[in-house]
């Protein structure tokens, strides 16, 4: 189960899937107002990292035999805490930079940080933190780089980005039950030193191992989808 980054949608795991190929059935949902989910119970604007978890839960208790989960940013958040609520679903955790800034808080001063980026914000004109939030948790330029499509893209989602974002650096996850199963959380080494920070200190909470991808950024599972695939791949089958 394939739990994607906000912004996104369950497309980004193709590469996955393709990499597993008869090895794994993969099941990437959009999370609430993300991708295809069209019906969310929740407006936009009112959007929060409990409402995808709820979501995820809701998948997890449809099946019958414990499922490997996966998650990158926002959905690595989503996997743990939903791995956490119903510990005898989730056989593992593969997790590419989770987002529990909540582990780090204090002495990165990542809430401190992201305020002037929570300033620009202007649901009528949303690409100011667009690129703020991209370059942020991205490196300079990284919301500039994007063709005009997935910018457009990015627009349709802004406000529902915004309040989970929100939700997650103001209203951040009890963190202090975690799952007890096999854990693997991968990070970039280009991406930011606190998220590196935060991708290692999570997989000692979790007994689990800490992997570090050189060349890599935070948004290495869209930018890098085939590279990381095989990586991610090769981790989740070691799991069973």
């Known amino acids: 189960l394939a739990i994607h980054c906000s912004g996104s949608s369950g497309m980004q795991w193709a590469p996955l899937a393709n990499v597993l190929g008869t090895d794994a059935s993969v099941i990437a949902p959009d ?8 019906r969310a119970p929740m407006s936009p604007e009112s959007l929060s990292w409990r409402d995808q ?13 414990p499922v ?18 119903r510990p005898g679903k989730v056989r ?3 997790l ?22 929570f300033e620009r914000w202007d649901a009528a004109a949303p ?3 667009l690129a703020g939030f991209a370059d942020y948790y991205g490196e300079p ?17 802004a406000v529902a980005m915004h309040a989970e974002a929100r939700t997650v650096t103001f209203d951040p996850p009890d963190m202090s039950e975690l799952p007890k199963i096999p854990a693997a959380i991968f990070y970039g080494g280009e991406t ?6 935060l991708a290692c200190r999570l997989a000692a909470e979790l007994g689990g191992t800490s992997i570090k991808v050189d060349h890599a950024g935070h948004m290495a599972p869209l930018n890098e989808g085939e590279r990381l695939a095989e990586l991610l791949a090769n981790t989740i089958l070691s799991h069973r």
């Open 192 to 197: 930011a030193t606190a998220l590196q920070t």
């Open 31 to 38: 999370l609430w107002h993300h991708g295809m989910s069209v």
């Open 141 to 157: 330029g990284s919301f500039s780089a994007l063709d005009e499509g997935v910018k457009s893209l990015l627009r349709s989602r």
């Open 127 to 129: 690409d100011a933190w």
């Open 92 to 94: 593992s955790l593969t």
């Open 96 to 117: 590419y930079e989770p987002i529990v800034l909540s582990l780090v808080a204090e002495e990165e001063d990542l809430v401190d940080n992201l305020l002037p980026v």
């Open 53 to 65: 978890v709820e979501l995820v839960c809701l998948i997890l208790d449809e099946g019958e035999e």
């Open 68 to 85: 490997d989960l996966i998650g990158h940013s926002l959905g690595g958040l989503v996997a743990t805490i939903a791995a956490a609520k």
